[in-house]
């Protein structure tokens, strides 16, 4: 078995597409050496893929591109946000997020949608189309408070969200959420697909996580 050894990378992170019908794809991780988003088989058969011992989590063990130490001085120096040049022009938008990502057909029941987002801890389902882009945002406090459970989750109140690529920088994503005041990202592939999901929560842990280091 690989031997976990600290990484600045987070665990890897898994998408669920639910069609309509109720069955449920998994596709991968966003890979960030790839710049890409990655079949979970992939990851299983790369030489850098590691299983965590206890928790069963997945993580990426290959050498971070990015240090602890780094982060800490740019960010002492202030000089986050202001220029390519710097740590968050090389962190992408698919590295952030929660560990499961859940998409929802538009007719998946709310009760279905809502014991999937629960299940994997997530701020709520993305609604997509048959070819799994994003239409809506259903936030998990939505989901809640939605009645009959058989209403299908596209009748749903929903909430505004950016949508861009999964390897945007970081950079980026914090001007678009700051200049169009929006607090959710849903990250998309080359082919528009729904890959990840993204708030103002994830962006501010990630900066506090490196302020600690
Ligand atoms: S385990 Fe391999 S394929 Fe998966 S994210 Fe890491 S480098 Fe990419």
Do not use: Y
């Not at 001007?175 to 929560?201: F, K, N, S, Y």
């Amino acid at each position: 078995m690989v031997q976990h050894r600290p990484t600045t990378r987070l665990p890897l992170r898994q998408v669920e597409w639910m069609e309509h019908g109720g069955s449920v794809h998994t596709h991968g991780t966003f890979c960030p050496f790839r710049r890409a988003s990655t079949s979970m088989d992939s990851c299983r058969g790369c030489p850098h893929f590691g299983h965590l011992e206890g928790d069963g989590a997945m993580e990426c063990l290959r050498e971070p591109t990015l240090s602890h130490a780094e982060a800490a001085a740019l960010l002492a120096k202030r000089r986050i946000c202001t220029g390519r040049d710097n740590l968050m022009s090389r962190v992408m938008l698919g590295e952030l997020g929660a560990a499961h990502t859940v998409c929802t057909a538009a007719s998946t029941p709310v009760s279905q949608a809502a014991a999937r987002v629960v299940a994997a801890e997530a701020p709520g389902c993305i609604v997509i189309d048959e070819r799994h882009h994003p239409v809506t945002f259903v936030s998990r406090t939505r989901l809640a408070s939605s009645h009959p459970p058989w209403l299908p989750v596209a009748e749903c109140p929903t909430e505004p969200f950016l949508v861009m690529p999964e390897d945007s920088p970081l950079d980026d994503v914090i001007a678009r959420m700051t200049q169009e005041h929006q607090r959710v990202i849903v990250a998309t592939d080359v082919d528009a697909r729904a890959t990840g999901l993204v708030t103002d929560l994830d962006v501010l842990r990630w900066v506090g996580e490196r302020r600690r280091a």
